[in-house]
Protein backbone atom coordinates (compact mmCIF):
# COMPACT_ATOMS: atom_id res chain seq x y z
CA UNK A 1 0.00 0.00 0.00
CA UNK A 2 1.34 3.63 -0.94
CA UNK A 3 1.55 6.13 1.61
CA UNK A 4 -1.04 8.27 -0.18
CA UNK A 5 -3.55 5.09 -0.56
CA UNK A 6 -3.34 4.72 3.48
CA UNK A 7 -3.34 8.57 4.41
CA UNK A 8 -6.81 8.09 2.30
CA UNK A 9 -7.77 5.16 4.30
CA UNK A 10 -7.92 7.06 7.67
CA UNK A 11 -9.89 9.89 6.03
CA UNK A 12 -6.63 12.55 5.40
CA UNK A 13 -5.81 12.19 2.00
CA UNK A 14 -6.58 16.17 1.52
CA UNK A 15 -4.09 16.55 4.51
CA UNK A 16 -0.99 14.68 2.77
CA UNK A 17 1.23 17.90 2.28
CA UNK A 18 0.90 19.70 5.60
CA UNK A 19 3.23 19.55 8.63
CA UNK A 20 3.00 17.59 11.68
CA UNK A 21 2.27 20.82 13.46
CA UNK A 22 -0.66 21.65 11.11
CA UNK A 23 -2.28 18.89 11.82
CA UNK A 24 -5.34 18.50 14.80
CA UNK A 25 -4.60 15.93 17.65
CA UNK A 26 -6.54 13.42 15.94
CA UNK A 27 -5.36 14.07 12.93
CA UNK A 28 -1.91 13.03 14.18
CA UNK A 29 -3.18 9.97 15.69
CA UNK A 30 -4.47 9.01 12.08
CA UNK A 31 -1.27 9.71 10.40
CA UNK A 32 -0.09 7.39 13.22
CA UNK A 33 -2.51 4.63 11.91
CA UNK A 34 -1.59 5.53 8.66
CA UNK A 35 2.22 4.87 9.31
CA UNK A 36 1.71 1.18 10.61
CA UNK A 37 -0.50 0.22 7.97
CA UNK A 38 1.07 1.17 4.98
CA UNK A 39 2.89 -2.37 4.49
CA UNK A 40 -0.31 -4.03 5.44
CA UNK A 41 0.54 -5.56 8.61
CA UNK A 42 -1.02 -8.70 9.57
CA UNK A 43 -1.38 -7.05 13.11
CA UNK A 44 -2.34 -3.21 14.07
CA UNK A 45 -1.62 -2.67 18.20
CA UNK A 46 -3.17 0.24 19.18
CA UNK A 47 -2.08 1.81 22.30
CA UNK A 48 -4.62 4.19 23.99
CA UNK A 49 -5.50 5.39 20.10
CA UNK A 50 -8.09 7.78 21.86
CA UNK A 51 -6.09 8.66 25.22
CA UNK A 52 -5.56 12.46 24.80
CA UNK A 53 -8.54 12.78 22.25
CA UNK A 54 -11.84 14.50 22.62
CA UNK A 55 -14.94 12.08 22.24
CA UNK A 56 -15.52 13.66 19.01
CA UNK A 57 -11.94 12.78 17.39
CA UNK A 58 -11.80 10.12 19.50
CA UNK A 59 -14.69 8.55 17.84
CA UNK A 60 -13.00 9.70 13.95
CA UNK A 61 -10.17 7.40 15.34
CA UNK A 62 -11.63 4.49 16.45
CA UNK A 63 -13.95 4.75 12.93
CA UNK A 64 -10.41 4.31 10.95
CA UNK A 65 -9.60 1.75 12.93
CA UNK A 66 -12.55 0.11 12.23
CA UNK A 67 -12.38 0.72 8.74
CA UNK A 68 -9.06 -0.92 8.73
CA UNK A 69 -10.13 -3.62 10.63
CA UNK A 70 -13.17 -4.25 7.92
CA UNK A 71 -11.41 -3.44 4.55
CA UNK A 72 -7.97 -5.29 5.10
CA UNK A 73 -8.75 -7.76 7.08
CA UNK A 74 -6.02 -6.87 9.89
CA UNK A 75 -6.19 -8.05 13.16
CA UNK A 76 -6.85 -5.28 15.65
CA UNK A 77 -5.48 -5.30 19.42
CA UNK A 78 -6.95 -2.01 20.96
CA UNK A 79 -5.46 -1.19 24.76
CA UNK A 80 -7.54 1.03 26.47
CA UNK A 81 -8.65 2.15 30.09
CA UNK A 82 -11.90 3.15 28.46
CA UNK A 83 -14.57 0.52 28.92
CA UNK A 84 -17.03 1.78 26.55
CA UNK A 85 -14.50 0.75 23.73
CA UNK A 86 -15.03 -3.09 24.68
CA UNK A 87 -18.34 -2.87 22.51
CA UNK A 88 -16.71 -2.59 19.50
CA UNK A 89 -14.56 -5.47 19.96
CA UNK A 90 -14.83 -9.23 18.66
CA UNK A 91 -13.36 -10.50 22.05
CA UNK A 92 -12.74 -8.78 25.05
CA UNK A 93 -9.65 -9.71 27.24
CA UNK A 94 -9.83 -8.27 31.00
CA UNK A 95 -6.06 -7.76 32.31
CA UNK A 96 -5.55 -7.28 36.23
CA UNK A 97 -1.81 -7.46 37.61
CA UNK A 98 -0.63 -8.94 34.04
CA UNK A 99 -2.80 -11.78 33.80
CA UNK A 100 -5.82 -12.51 32.13
CA UNK A 101 -9.03 -12.73 34.61
CA UNK A 102 -11.73 -12.02 32.40
CA UNK A 103 -12.73 -13.01 28.86
CA UNK A 104 -15.89 -11.99 26.72
CA UNK A 105 -17.30 -12.28 23.51
CA UNK A 106 -19.59 -9.99 21.94
CA UNK A 107 -21.94 -11.64 19.41
CA UNK A 108 -23.05 -7.78 17.70
CA UNK A 109 -19.81 -5.12 17.46
CA UNK A 110 -21.22 -1.69 17.46
CA UNK A 111 -19.81 0.47 15.55
CA UNK A 112 -17.85 3.28 17.15
CA UNK A 113 -20.98 6.37 16.75
CA UNK A 114 -22.80 4.60 18.62
CA UNK A 115 -20.60 4.05 21.48
CA UNK A 116 -21.20 6.06 24.79
CA UNK A 117 -18.80 7.35 27.31
Known sequence: MTPEEALEMVGLGARMDHFPSQLSGGEQQRVAIARAIAKRPEVLLCDEPTGALD?????TVLEAIERINRELGTLTVVITHNAAMAAMADRV???????????EHNDVRLPARELKW
Not at 55 to 59: F, K, L, R, S
Not at 93 to 103: A, F, N, P, T
Open 55 to 59: VTTGI
Open 93 to 103: LHLSDGKIVRE
